[in-house]
T-cell receptor, first 112, second 111 residues
């Protein structure tokens, strides 16, 4: 079945540590997105990528980095510069220019 | 910039009750409007959409009408079920270039 796979489902970060969240899709979608979800708030865009080897900052990119070396993969690194990383992270993809987003099941990141 | 406002939750209803979740938006252009649903521990799924004024989106008994004059896209369902318990997000998109989500409204349906 086609879809988006996020891993791990739960992740813990120690102070000063970088962690990487995985997002893989087999939908052949061009565009991929990372959102952050905090309780009681809507989704906030961290980074997005419309094509391989190109990505753009979203509204809250500080403290995060991404890469897009392959069409099907869009990993997100939460760096030590992100002082409040505890949140639910959602990856999404779409056909470029399409208005329908497909979401993964999310990764819950917590700080130890 | 563009924004989406939703009624604050949580909303608690008894099974078979009528549901309305209000959504209003601010946008400079003519966006498409969406409702997404998130079940516990999962990502969001598209519930319905409308792409122009007076369009009605519908799915699984849920409906919403794109009202340009009131900049609204209220979600309704005539008879809710326990399985409808989830968080509902109103969202807009400008031709697929920019997605803006509301804060979400948690719905709990009691048997």
């Amino acid at each position: 079945d086609g879809g988006i796979t996020q891993s791990p489902k739960y992740l813990f970060r120690k102070e000063g540590q970088n962690v990487t969240l995985s997002c893989e899709q087999n939908l052949n979608h061009d565009a991929m997105y990372w959102y952050r979800q905090d309780p009681g708030q809507g989704l906030r865009l961290i980074y997005y990528s419309q094509i391989v080897n190109d990505f753009q900052k979203g509204d809250i990119a500080e403290g995060y980095s991404v890469s897009r070396e392959k069409k099907e993969s869009f990993p997100l690194t939460v760096t030590s510069a992100q002082k409040n990383p505890t949140a639910f992270y959602l990856c999404a993809s779409s056909i470029r220019g399409s208005e329908k987003l497909f979401f993964g099941s999310g990764t819950q990141l917590s700080v130890l | 910039g563009d924004s989406v406002t939703q009624m604050e939750g949580p909303v608690t209803l008894s099974e078979e009750a009528f549901l309305t979740i209000n959504c209003t938006y601010t946008a400079t252009g003519y966006p498409s409007l969406f409702w997404y649903v998130q079940y516990p521990g999962e990502g969001l799924q598209l519930l319905l959409k409308a792409t122009k004024a007076d369009d009605k989106g519908s799915n699984k008994g849920f409906e919403a009408t794109y009202r340009k004059e009131t900049t609204s896209f209220h979600l309704e369902k005539g008879s809710v079920q326990v399985s409808d318990s989830a968080v509902y997000f109103c969202a807009l998109s400008d031709k697929g270039q920019n997605f803006v989500f509301g804060p979400g409204t948690r719905l709990s349906v009691l048997p």
